[in-house]
Protein backbone atom coordinates (compact mmCIF):
# COMPACT_ATOMS: atom_id res chain seq x y z
CA UNK A 1 0.00 0.00 0.00
CA UNK A 2 1.01 3.16 -1.09
CA UNK A 3 1.08 5.53 2.37
CA UNK A 4 1.78 8.69 0.42
CA UNK A 5 -1.65 7.88 -1.57
CA UNK A 6 -3.35 7.11 1.18
CA UNK A 7 -3.01 10.37 3.10
CA UNK A 8 -3.64 12.12 0.45
CA UNK A 9 -6.68 10.43 -0.03
CA UNK A 10 -7.59 10.72 3.25
CA UNK A 11 -6.89 14.68 3.67
CA UNK A 12 -8.76 15.03 0.64
CA UNK A 13 -11.80 12.91 1.70
CA UNK A 14 -11.63 14.58 4.62
CA UNK A 15 -11.48 18.02 3.33
CA UNK A 16 -14.43 17.49 0.92
CA UNK A 17 -16.68 15.07 3.29
CA UNK A 18 -16.23 18.26 5.82
CA UNK A 19 -17.71 20.66 2.91
CA UNK A 20 -20.59 17.98 2.98
CA UNK A 21 -20.91 18.23 6.31
CA UNK A 22 -21.51 21.58 5.96
CA UNK A 23 -23.50 21.67 2.91
CA UNK A 24 -26.03 19.09 4.22
CA UNK A 25 -26.04 20.16 7.89
CA UNK A 26 -26.43 24.27 7.29
CA UNK A 27 -28.50 27.18 7.87
CA UNK A 28 -30.57 26.11 4.36
CA UNK A 29 -32.40 23.43 7.19
CA UNK A 30 -32.16 26.34 10.18
CA UNK A 31 -35.59 26.98 10.43
CA UNK A 32 -36.49 23.42 11.20
CA UNK A 33 -33.24 23.10 13.52
CA UNK A 34 -35.76 25.67 15.39
CA UNK A 35 -38.99 23.53 15.11
CA UNK A 36 -37.94 21.40 18.50
CA UNK A 37 -35.39 24.17 20.13
CA UNK A 38 -35.83 21.70 23.53
CA UNK A 39 -33.74 18.77 22.12
CA UNK A 40 -30.78 21.39 21.71
CA UNK A 41 -27.66 21.43 23.30
CA UNK A 42 -26.86 24.78 22.88
CA UNK A 43 -29.56 27.46 23.24
CA UNK A 44 -29.22 29.40 19.54
CA UNK A 45 -25.94 27.89 18.90
CA UNK A 46 -24.24 29.86 21.86
CA UNK A 47 -21.65 27.55 23.33
CA UNK A 48 -21.17 25.02 20.41
CA UNK A 49 -17.62 25.86 19.58
CA UNK A 50 -16.31 23.14 21.44
CA UNK A 51 -18.66 20.56 20.38
CA UNK A 52 -17.66 21.94 16.40
CA UNK A 53 -13.99 21.42 17.22
CA UNK A 54 -14.40 17.63 18.70
CA UNK A 55 -16.19 16.77 15.66
CA UNK A 56 -14.03 18.55 12.96
CA UNK A 57 -11.85 15.52 13.01
CA UNK A 58 -14.32 12.97 12.67
CA UNK A 59 -14.85 13.08 8.37
CA UNK A 60 -10.99 12.45 8.63
CA UNK A 61 -11.57 9.32 10.45
CA UNK A 62 -14.27 8.23 8.40
CA UNK A 63 -12.24 8.50 5.08
CA UNK A 64 -9.08 6.99 7.19
CA UNK A 65 -11.12 3.96 7.85
CA UNK A 66 -12.78 3.72 4.87
CA UNK A 67 -9.69 3.98 2.49
CA UNK A 68 -8.05 1.20 4.90
CA UNK A 69 -11.10 -1.31 4.49
CA UNK A 70 -11.20 -0.90 0.87
CA UNK A 71 -7.26 -1.28 0.31
CA UNK A 72 -7.56 -4.33 2.56
CA UNK A 73 -9.92 -5.92 0.59
CA UNK A 74 -8.08 -4.84 -2.36
CA UNK A 75 -11.37 -2.50 -3.99
CA UNK A 76 -10.49 -0.11 -6.34
CA UNK A 77 -13.16 -0.27 -9.20
CA UNK A 78 -15.95 2.42 -9.08
CA UNK A 79 -18.62 0.24 -8.61
CA UNK A 80 -16.83 -2.15 -6.15
CA UNK A 81 -16.16 0.91 -3.59
CA UNK A 82 -19.65 2.94 -4.23
CA UNK A 83 -21.29 -0.45 -3.54
CA UNK A 84 -19.25 -0.87 -0.44
CA UNK A 85 -20.03 2.84 0.24
CA UNK A 86 -23.93 1.83 -0.22
CA UNK A 87 -23.82 -0.90 1.90
CA UNK A 88 -21.84 0.67 4.79
CA UNK A 89 -24.95 3.86 4.88
CA UNK A 90 -27.40 0.93 4.47
CA UNK A 91 -25.59 -0.61 7.71
CA UNK A 92 -25.32 1.79 9.58
CA UNK A 93 -26.32 5.53 9.37
CA UNK A 94 -29.46 5.26 7.39
CA UNK A 95 -30.83 2.83 10.07
CA UNK A 96 -29.64 4.51 13.03
CA UNK A 97 -31.08 7.63 11.75
CA UNK A 98 -34.64 6.77 10.78
CA UNK A 99 -34.58 5.25 14.39
CA UNK A 100 -33.22 8.85 15.71
CA UNK A 101 -36.35 10.46 13.82
CA UNK A 102 -38.87 8.23 15.00
CA UNK A 103 -37.91 8.45 19.00
CA UNK A 104 -36.15 12.10 18.62
CA UNK A 105 -38.12 15.34 18.29
CA UNK A 106 -35.95 15.75 15.09
CA UNK A 107 -37.83 17.36 11.71
CA UNK A 108 -38.37 14.55 8.76
CA UNK A 109 -36.04 17.24 6.93
CA UNK A 110 -33.37 16.90 9.58
CA UNK A 111 -33.37 13.28 9.37
CA UNK A 112 -33.57 13.18 6.07
CA UNK A 113 -30.34 15.85 5.17
CA UNK A 114 -28.22 13.76 7.42
CA UNK A 115 -29.19 10.20 5.85
CA UNK A 116 -28.21 11.88 2.39
CA UNK A 117 -25.14 13.79 3.86
CA UNK A 118 -23.62 10.43 5.12
CA UNK A 119 -24.54 8.94 1.72
CA UNK A 120 -22.80 11.49 -0.31
CA UNK A 121 -19.81 11.60 2.51
CA UNK A 122 -19.31 7.50 1.58
CA UNK A 123 -19.47 7.86 -1.77
CA UNK A 124 -17.10 11.18 -1.97
CA UNK A 125 -15.27 8.93 -0.25
CA UNK A 126 -15.20 5.69 -2.52
CA UNK A 127 -14.78 8.40 -5.41
CA UNK A 128 -11.15 9.25 -4.36
CA UNK A 129 -10.04 6.37 -3.15
CA UNK A 130 -10.93 4.88 -6.70
CA UNK A 131 -9.11 7.95 -8.33
CA UNK A 132 -6.10 8.58 -5.63
CA UNK A 133 -5.25 5.23 -4.82
CA UNK A 134 -5.53 3.04 -8.30
Not at 73 to 90: F, G
Request: charged share 10%; with cysteine.
Amino acid sequence: MNWIRTALTVLAGGFVTSLTDWLFMSDWLYKRYNQYPEIWRFPHGQGEMQAIVWSAPLPFVTCAVFTLLCARLDLHSYSATVELALAIWLLGPLPLLIVHAMFIKLHPAIAAAYSLGWLVKLVVAAVLVTVIMR
